[in-house]
């Protein structure tokens, strides 16, 4: 694997891993919560991906919020109605051209039919349903990461150009990384809101 290859990974790593993580807990917690009030799976089921949905998004918009007000774009901006209402906008255009796309494939046609496929195959149980949610998994981050990679200059603050958005710089200029550069773009702390 290429050092830039490696450089994307760990980009989407970065990006991606806290995602699912926050999303899995407030998946199982909420998903308890819900069966601890109503006795019911069915309540449980809904809490559950009400909670993941929670969870993954709300740090999709706390990242994309604070990096848009800190790009150059919103602070040239003349008074703070005007600058709220740009990162406002521009915090749900990339959240929409990131994850939009994803979501639609992942929430009405794969992740219903992958966990139905999967205890048709194995039975209705964790394993199976474990099996059918990495699988939907997969193909959401699929989807997401090439509407990433496609749409960076919609997505990242200052459309990935400014000195805070230095971790994607590389990919973004289409420059190559190598060894120590990869690992300090990827250690050094960044205002770029879409990577913390």
């Keep these: 694997m290429s050092t830039i290859d490696r450089h994307r990974l760990r980009v989407w790593v970065v990006r991606y891993l806290p995602l699912e993580v926050l999303g899995t807990v407030a998946s199982l917690g909420a998903a308890w919560i819900g069966y601890q009030a109503s ?3 069915a309540v449980a089921a809904i809490a559950g991906a009400l909670g993941e949905s929670a ?5 999709v918009v706390v990242r994309a919020t604070r990096g848009h007000r800190a790009s150059a774009r919103v602070r040239r901006l003349p008074g703070r109605d ?3 209402w740009a990162v406002t906008w521009l915090t749900t255009r990339s959240v929409v051209a990131e994850f939009g796309p994803a979501e639609l494939v992942d929430s009405f046609l794969v992740r219903p039919a992958l966990l139905w496929a999967a205890s048709a195959l194995w039975g209705a149980n964790l394993g199976a349903w474990l099996v059918g949610k990495l699988a939907a998994d997969a193909v959401f981050y699929l989807v997401a990461i090439v509407s990433f990679e496609t749409g960076r200059r919609l997505i990242l603050p200052d459309g990935g150009r400014s000195p805070e958005a230095s971790v994607t710089e590389a990919s973004v200029t289409g420059t190559s990384v190598t060894g120590t550069s990869a690992d300090h773009l990827v250690s050094e702390p960044h205002r770029e809101g879409a990577l913390r």
């Design 39 to 41: 006795g019911s799976l």
């Design 82 to 84: 005007r600058r709220g």
């Design 55 to 59: 969870g993954y998004y709300a740090l």
